[in-house]
C-alpha cells in the first residue's frame, strides 16, 4: 500500500480571472488561464522564481538544479517549476529540502500524478505550496499541453532561471515567452560542446542573464522579489555573533587555545569549528590553526 | 622389531598444524636418525633425547632408531619435538605403556637432565590438540598459558614423571573479567591538549585509528603512553586471539590472558618483517602483537617507507597474508594505529615561538612520506601544540583516565548492543543503518564531502568516528554536531 496518495482529500482550490486572489502577474500576461485549478495554499502563487531545465538533465543540470533551487528555497523564495522528470524535480527537491516551498505547475489535471510514481513528491510540495494546472481535473496529459503549461511558469514568476535547456526544447520555449512576458531571465551557462546546453547558451547570447553562482542570481532576485525573508542570510547574520566565528577571523587559532580563551567546552568548540569549516566559512591552515579563508 | 606413533603439531603461522611423529626401532647398527623436513633445532632432538632419557632412569636402546615425521612435505621446525620424540621411542622399547602413545599429543622442549621446558606458541599446541580431541602433555611451566577453557592440559615437570603415572588434568585458570591496570600514567597529569584527549579518547571507545602532529615536546607522546589506561579489556575471544598471536611469538601472554588490550610501541628503525612478521620460520610481526589492541608509531614519518605502507593491507583486511615458499600464512592483525608526527624536518612548522627553517617543499615531502592511502586510513588527525609555559605550572584540571574509561566502556557496550560488530569495522549499509543520519547531519556530510574532497573510504570512516562519538553521548542517531566535529579530525587534502 502506498503511504502517501494523490491526489489528496483535502486542499482543493479553483481560481478564477476575476476572482481577487488570482496572480496579478500572470492576470497581466498575454493569455492567462482562465481557470487555475490545483492543491495547496494559493497565496504560495503570488511570486516566485523559476528554476527549469531539460528532462533529460546531464548531472550538471541536477547539480545547478539543486545548487539554485536549494539556495532560493534556504532564502524564502517560492521556486516554481514543472513535475518532470530530470531538472524539475531536482529543483523541487532541492527547495524543500531546504526548509523552503514550491509550486508545481502540471502538464495535466492538478488531481493527476503524473509521471506516475511522482505522488510523493506532490504531496510534498501542496504541503507547504501548491501544486496547480489551468486543465479539467482528471485532464490527461498530452504533448500539447505541456507547451501550454510553460506560458504559465513564465508568467506566474517575476525571474527564470534557465539550468540547462536544448534548442527547441520546452524549457526554450519557456524562457521565450518569459522574455515576452518581460520577466528577468537568467541562464547557467553550459559547455559549448553539450547539446543539452545549445539552448541556453543561445539564450545568453540573446541577453540573458549570465549566473554562475549564488550572489549573481541573489543580486536578480533581490531587485525583482525584495530581500530574502529568511535563511542563509539571516543566518550568516546571525554567525556575525558566533564567538568561535569572530575570534578565528580576527585571530586565527587552535580549537584548544580558542576553547581556554572564550571559556567553552572543547567539544563545543570542535562541533562549531567543524560546523563552519563544512560550510567553507573557515579553514583549516597546515599549521593546525583555524581561520578565515 | 617395534614401532610406535605419537600425535603432536607444528606451528604455521599462528596455528598449530598436526604433525605424526612415528619412531621404528629396529636391528641394525645403532643410529639415530630424524626424516621428515626438520629443520636444524629438530634435528639437535637426537641429542637431547639420548641424554635426558637417560637422565631419567630410562635405557636407550642399542639399536637402529628411526624417527620420521609425517606428514613428509610439511616443513617442521622447532625444539618441541623432543618430548613426542622420546615418548615414542620409549613406548616403543616397551618402558612406557602403549596409552601414552595413543591417547595423547605431546609438545615440550628436554634439557639434558629431563626436565621439561616450554616452547613458543604452547597455547597455539594446546588449542591444535583441542581440535585434535586429545590431551596436550606439555611442559608445567606454561600451565597458565595452555589450560584454557576447555583444554585438557597435562603438565610435566621431569621425563621421570611418566615413569609411573600419567599427569592429572590441571585446574583450569579463572580470569579477572577485569585487568587491573597499570596506573603509571593517568590522563590527569597531562595539562591542555583538550583536543587531543578528547580524539584519543574517542579511538579508545571505537578502536579508530590516530595521528597526532605537533612539534617536538609538544606532549604527544606522553598522551599515546597514556592510551592504554582508557582502554576497555578484551573479551574472552580476543583474549584468547591476542594471546595465541603472544604465544607463538614467545612473549609472555599472561597480560593478553588476563584481558589487558596489547600496546605495542617498535621503534622507527622496525623493518618490514618487524613490522608485518615475516622471517623463517614466520614470526608474527609488531602489528600482529597489536592484534585487538594498539599500534602506536612514534615519528611515524621516520618509519622506512615500505614498512609503513605494508600497514595498509591490515589496516583494511584486519589481518597480514604472508606468502613464503613453504605456505602460505595468515597472522591475525587488526588493531588501532596511534601514530604521532613532526609537522616538519626541523619539528616547529606552526610553532608560535620558535621559526621553522624548513622550506615548504620540505615540509611537503615530509608529510608525503606517511602517503596518502595510509592518510586515507586515519580517522583522526589533531594538532597537538606546545603548551604555553605558564599553562604547564597550573595543576591540571582534566578528567582521570578511570573516569574517561568508564565512558569508553560505555561507548563500547552501546556499539556491542547494536550487534553489527565494532563500530571500527562496520561498512555499507550496515553502517548507515547504525548511524541513522537525520536530512540535517546528511546535508552536512554531503556538502562537506564536496568541500573537502573526500573519498569514498573517507566518508566511511569519518560516519564511523561519527558513530563513536554519538555512542559515548547515548544517542541513538548520528547527529549533524557529530559529523560537523569529526569533520575537523579529518586530514586535509593536502593540494
Redesign the interface.
Known sequence: MREIEWPPRTGAFELRLEDPGYPPQLRATASPPKVLRGFGDPESLMQGVAVIGARKATPYGIRCAQLFAGWAGAAGYTVVSGAAVGCDTAAHRAAL?AGGRSVAVLGCGADVSYPRDSGPLLARIAASGAVISELEWGYPPAKWTFRARNRIIAGLTKALLVVEAGLGSGTFITADFALDAGREVMVVPGSIFAPECTGSNRLLSQGAIPVSDISEMRAVLENQLGSPTRDSVVEMLARGNDPVLAAVRTNPS????L??ELGLD??EV??????L????MIT??????YGAC | MAQCTVQTATLVGVQAVPVEVQVDVGAGLPTFAIVGLPDLAVQEARERVRSSVRASGFELPNARIVVNLAPGPLRKHGTGFDLPIAIGLLVATGQLPRQLAEEFAAVGELALDGSIRAVPGMLAYALGARSMGLPLLGPAEATSAASQEGIDYRPLAHLSQIRHSIPGRCAQIVQPLRPAIDSEYDFADVV????AK?ALLIAAAGGHNALL??PPGSGKTMLARRLPSILPPLDSEERLQTALVHSVAGIDEGAALSGLRPFRAPHHSASIAGLVGGGSPARPGEASLAHNGVLFLDEMPEFGPAALQALRQPLEDGCITLVRVDGRMVFPARFALIGSAN?CPCGF??DSRRRCSCSESI?DRYRGRIGGPLMDRIDLVV?V?RIDPSLLLTPSTGAHSSALREQVLEARDRALARGLGPTACLTGTSLLRACGLD?AAR??LE??AR??SLSGRGVTRLLRVARTAADMEGRDRVG?????????YRA?EET
Do not use: F, N, Q
Open positions: 529540502d587552535r580549537p584548544d587555545d576553547a581556554r572543547i567539544i570542535a562541533r562549531r569549528i567543524g560546523a569549516e563544512g560550510e567553507g583549516r591552515y597546515r599549521d593546525g590553526r | 591542555g591538549h583538550d583536543l578528547r602532529i605537533g609537522p612548522y606552526g615540509v594538532d601544540a536530512t546535508r552536512r556538502s562537506a568541500l573537502k549533524s554536531e557529530h559529523i560537523s566535529e569529526m569533520l575537523g586535509k
